[in-house]
């Protein structure tokens, strides 16, 4: 793990979401806004979006801290069961090396060290980012350990896959 500014996503993937889930009416707006520049995705796995099945859009967009759930990424064709995994490694990590309850971190993608525009999938190259430990406690290896990091998993934003779904693609993630 690293600590460094986390970059935006690229031009490219912008424009996809943009694209994909933006009204028509906002899309120049947005593409040009300045505030827009500054957009990192909010991954989660664990929440769908719910609109009606010919509202693909909402009347409010913004890029900055987009929130891409479930079932768009899947629209998207991104690879979800990587950043399960590397969500499940990341808090494993969080939880039983560094020892501390996660409270509260954050998974988002943004673009990579090297040349963003280089990859081929929607959002080109991607990578899934950890951040915001502001909220996070250490822990003890013991039952108050084991408490403090399922009162954290349970209160987090949605951005793993939550075990109780009903749904069989999320419970495979």
């Known amino acids: 793990m ?3 500014k986390i970059q935006p996503v ?3 993937a912008r424009r996809a979401l943009i694209e994909n889930y933006c009204p028509d009416e906002l899309r120049g707006q947005i593409l040009n806004g300045k505030e827009n520049h500054h957009c990192l995705v909010r991954v989660y796995l664990g929440r769908k979006r719910r609109l009606n099945p010919e509202q693909r859009q909402t009347r409010f967009f913004s890029l900055r801290n987009f929130p891409l759930h479930i079932n768009q990424a899947e629209e998207m064709a991104l690879p979800c069961e ?3 995994k590397a969500m499940a490694e990341a808090l494993a990590t969080l939880h039983w090396k560094v020892r501390t309850d996660a409270a509260d971190v954050e998974f988002v993608l943004g673009s990579p060290r090297a040349d963003p525009e280089a990859n081929n999938s929607a959002l080109g190259d991607h990578p899934l980012w950890m951040l915001d430990f502001d909220c996070s406690r250490p822990i003890t290896a013991d039952d108050s350990g084991l408490t403090a ?3 954290a998993f349970w209160g987090n934003d949605p951005y793993y ?3 109780h779904s009903t ?3 999320s ?3």
């Open 2 to 4: 690293l600590a460094e």
């Open 10 to 12: 690229s031009i490219r």
């Open 82 to 84: 990587s950043y399960a």
């Open 149 to 151: 990091i399922a009162k």
């Open 161 to 163: 896959p939550r075990p």
């Open 167 to 169: 749904d069989g693609r």
């Open 171 to 173: 419970q495979k993630l």
